[in-house]
């Protein structure tokens, strides 16, 4: 049975796992409903193995255009340091239940992308954006800091330091073709087009095993922070030594072999 959301809708493709940011007239921002439902989604994917890939998109042309300061601000505003941050947690709870369930997650990515949006992205383990998408870190511009939602970490890892701080520093936004320039993007393409791709992707990422699939997701977050070049290999030596041992294997070769010769 499909849960049953206020602010997001989730389609359900056999083990594909369409989640859309459902609220269209307000850019799909995020509020203290949204904020809850993401946690509680991503939370309980960790155990659930039915779901193999999550695609993540915004309603009608837009990702989402980060916190709504409409509905939220004067509630932030009127907030003692205690009750903000216990806001402020859930807010990070949803990135760390994103980086740790071990389904790969796609965020298409079209119009605005900004503030707790761009967090959302950064989260996601690969981004396609349509065009016209625009990115920025619009905390900074709200009196707050850059650094929000795991963006300090997270940015300066996938672009480096120096357009981390800037982009981070400033609220500037990011094109679609200066973020697949600095890498952020793996690819830009026309909004029609954004659907389909993630479906041929989605069908790539089902061909590995499953649990294959989900510990190179561990293993590219462990890795992020390894300290050596030792340490990583360390972890995907015992991976492969995992994946590598028992009958299951020897079968895997055994069919790609028949694959290649046919």
């Given at each position: 049975?499909?849960?049953?959301?206020?602010?997001?809708s989730?389609?359900?493709?056999g083990?594909?796992d369409?989640?859309?940011l459902?609220r269209p007239?307000a850019?799909n921002?995020?509020?203290?409903?949204?904020v809850e439902e993401?946690?509680?989604?991503?939370g309980?994917?960790?155990v659930?193995?039915?779901?193999?890939v999550v695609?993540l998109?915004?309603?009608?042309g837009?990702?989402?255009?980060g916190?709504?300061l409409k509905d939220?601000g004067?509630?932030?505003?009127?907030?003692d340091?205690?009750?903000?941050y216990?806001?402020?947690?859930r807010?990070?709870r949803?990135?760390?239940?994103m980086?740790?369930?071990?389904q790969?997650i796609v965020a298409?990515?079209e119009?605005?992308?900004c503030g707790?949006?761009l967090?959302?992205?950064?989260?996601?383990?690969i981004r396609?954006?349509?065009?016209d998408?625009?990115?920025?870190?619009?905390?900074i511009?709200i009196?707050?800091?850059g650094?929000?939602?795991?963006?300090s970490y997270?940015m300066q890892?996938?672009?480096?330091a120096?357009?981390a701080a800037?982009?981070?520093?400033t609220?500037r936004?990011?094109s679609?073709?200066r973020?697949?320039?600095?890498?952020?993007?793996s690819?830009?393409?026309?909004?029609?087009?954004l659907e389909?791709a993630?479906?041929l992707?989605a069908?790539?990422?089902?061909?590995a095993?499953?649990?294959?699939l989900?510990?190179?997701?561990q293993?590219?977050?462990a890795?992020l922070?390894?300290?050596?070049?030792?340490?990583?290999?360390?972890?995907e030596?015992?991976?492969?030594?995992?994946m590598a041992?028992?009958?299951?294997?020897?079968a895997r070769i055994r069919?790609?072999?028949?694959?290649?010769q046919n």
């Open positions: 049975m499909v849960p049953a959301y206020k602010t997001l989730l389609r359900k493709d083990p594909v369409w989640l859309t459902d007239h850019l921002t995020l509020t203290i409903d949204m993401l946690g509680r989604y991503f309980a994917l960790e659930d193995s039915s779901v193999r695609v998109r915004g309603a009608a837009q990702f989402c255009a916190l709504d939220m004067p509630r932030l505003a009127s907030m340091v205690t009750a903000m216990a806001f402020q947690r807010l990070s949803i990135v760390l239940a980086r740790r369930c071990p790969p298409l990515l119009g605005a992308a707790g949006g967090a959302l992205a950064l989260a996601s383990d396609y954006c349509a065009s998408v625009r990115m920025n870190a619009a905390f511009r009196g707050l800091t650094c929000d939602m795991g963006a997270l890892r996938l672009v480096g120096s357009v800037e982009v981070l520093m609220g936004f990011l679609a073709e973020a697949q320039a600095l890498g952020l993007i690819q830009v393409m026309a909004a029609s087009e389909s993630a479906e992707l069908a790539d990422l089902l061909r095993e499953p649990m294959a989900a510990l190179t997701k293993a590219l977050n890795n922070a390894a300290p050596s070049l030792e340490a990583a290999l360390e972890m030596d015992r991976q492969q030594t995992l041992s028992g009958p299951e294997f020897a069919a790609f072999l028949s694959r290649g």
